[in-house]
Nanobody, 121 residues
Framework: QVQLVESGGGLVQPGGSLRLSCAAS????????MGWYRQAPGKQRELVAR???????NYADSVKGRFTISRDNANNTVYLQMNSLEPEDTAVYYC???????????????WGQGTQVTVSS
């Protein structure tokens, strides 16, 4: 019923930049929040950045000042601009969205398939 399609991952050198995109499609009534999580090998999945429909935004301390999350609400799309990338940012990045489907009362969390970001020289 809902698909989250991510793009923009890849290999980049330390200090470089990447921009991730995630578009939600399906029988969507509303999206209350969209964000990005990441999971490095051997580690738990962690929040990177999340933006509510009202504009409230939160970031992991490790990415503040380097990453910027933005949303295109008209197109149900969320972006993550990542600058000054470090090897520690290497992980699979997952898009997440709290979506209320048409005909439903409550929102449910949906996840993308993940996109690999590798920061290495």
């Amino acid at each position: 019923q809902v698909q989250l399609v991510e793009s923009g991952g890849g290999l980049v050198q330390p200090g470089g930049s990447l921009r991730l995109s995630c578009a939600a499609s399906g029988s969507i009534f509303s999206i209350s929040a969209m964000g990005w999580y990441r999971q490095a090998p051997g580690k738990q999945r962690e929040l990177v950045a999340r933006k509510a429909s009202g504009g409230y935004t939160n970031y992991a301390d490790s990415v503040k000042g380097r990453f910027t999350i933005s949303r295109d609400n008209a197109n149900n799309t969320v972006y993550l601009q990542m600058n000054s990338l470090e090897p520690e940012d290497t992980a699979v990045y997952y898009c997440n969205a709290a979506i209320r489907l048409r005909g439903r009362v409550y929102a449910t969390d949906y996840w993308g398939q993940g996109t690999q970001v590798t920061v290495s020289s």
